[in-house]
């Protein structure tokens, strides 16, 4: 049964460094004393006045790793599992998701075929290393887009510091003989590659979603009109299934090709640029999200780099649409999706197997 999990709004934010260090520090004494320390005890340990572990309290609290009694001694409560954060949710053999202490292994069956209705890499830094077959990664690109009431759009050099990070996590969980796929802008890939994956994993090809397109024209530049695709590979050794994505050969009469077939093989492999149309206002799979990708290109990528029963980490859940690939393709998967409308998407469209209808659009608006 393939079920979603959401994950209380108030985890969306991750922990500064003060308050994981404080959040541990409780854990630590709760374990040991069977009961909570003081704020004089927390005071004294961290050298800072009373009001300010008030404050940092507070922020764990509003953030949902604790739980106090104001007023009350010794009330302050660490939450632990799924069923604390979450209590109106029934949660099956689920184990806590969100931890800062990230030497703490997680088997990756806890979090197979669920949704998580928070900060990806809160997931990320839970997940064992070598655990997930494949990575698909499709992350805001940094250019004003708005989803729902969202702008995540930051300073360039923020922007690839945290998409820098966002890749070192998911290489590291990425098995050995897996593959990462990362989809951006061109630009935005070139500093990912020059900044980072280039000096640590020498197997890397760029690929390129071509599409055509109504927006973008200038009369000072060619029209841009597709995407990079980084796939990138911790060894020579990755899983790969050319018969699974073979296509027809487009010179059949040629001696060598003939001869290929006559070996068995069932087409050749894909250049290295896909052309799939835009999921556009009027297409079937168009949901209100603000950027989808067309199934049919997640299918190849998936067809090629994974077999039945394989887990998938769709890093961005959004309108569910590459999750849903992996349920009719009989993948595993995990995935996180910040904005709790988005997963109510993804929840009515796993149950049901289609895209809701307050969820389409009317003539290119949201249905209200």
Not at 78 to 96: D, F, G, R, V, Y
Not at 232 to 242: A, G, L, M, P, T
Request: proline fraction near 4%.
């Amino acid at each position: 049964m393939i079920y979603s999990t959401y994950m209380p709004r108030t985890l969306n934010t991750q922990l500064t460094e003060k308050q994981a260090k404080l959040f541990n520090y409780l854990e630590k004494f709760e374990q040991k004393n069977n009961y909570p320390p003081t704020f004089e005890k927390m005071a004294q340990r961290f050298h800072v006045s009373i009001p300010t572990i008030h404050q940092r309290v507070d922020y764990l609290e509003k953030k949902g790793r604790v739980t106090r009694e104001k007023g009350v001694k010794h009330s302050i409560r660490i939450l632990k599992t799924m069923q604390e954060l979450a209590p109106s949710i029934e949660i099956k053999n689920t184990q806590t998701v969100i931890i800062e202490n990230t030497k703490v292994s997680r088997n990756v069956k806890d979090y197979l075929n669920k949704v998580y209705n928070g900060d990806v890499m809160d997931v990320l830094k839970d997940l064992p290393d070598n655990s997930v077959d494949m990575i698909f990664g499709d992350p805001d690109y940094n250019v004003g887009i708005k989803y729902n009431e969202n702008n995540y759009t930051r300073k360039f050099e923020d922007y690839i510091n945290w998409y820098i990070e966002l890749t070192k996590e998911s290489m590291r969980v990425l098995k050995k003989d897996g593959n990462l796929f990362m989809m951006n802008y061109p630009k935005q890939n070139a500093h990912l590659r020059v900044k980072y994956l280039d000096s640590l994993f020498p197997d890397i090809n760029e690929y390129v979603w071509v599409y055509n397109t109504n927006v973008g024209h200038t009369p000072r530049r060619f029209t841009t009109a597709h995407r990079s695709i980084l796939h990138v590979r911790k060894s020579e050794d990755n899983k790969f299934f050319k018969d699974a994505v073979a296509l027809p050969y487009k010179n059949p009469t040629d001696r060598r090709v003939k001869q290929n077939i006559a070996n068995g093989s069932k087409g050749r492999m894909p250049y290295s640029w896909f052309e799939f149309n835009l999921v556009k206002n009027v297409s079937k799979e168009k949901t209100y999200h603000s950027c989808q990708i067309p199934q049919k290109l997640t299918e190849m990528l998936i067809s090629g780099a994974t077999k039945p029963k394989d887990t998938v980490f769709v890093l961005f859940g959004g309108s569910g649409a590459e999750i849903d690939v992996c349920k009719k393709m009989n993948r595993n998967f995990i995935s996180a999706e910040i904005d709790k409308k988005y997963c109510d998407i993804i929840n009515k469209r796993l149950t049901t197997g289609k895209i809701a209808t307050e969820h389409k659009l009317v003539k290119g608006r949201k249905r209200t």
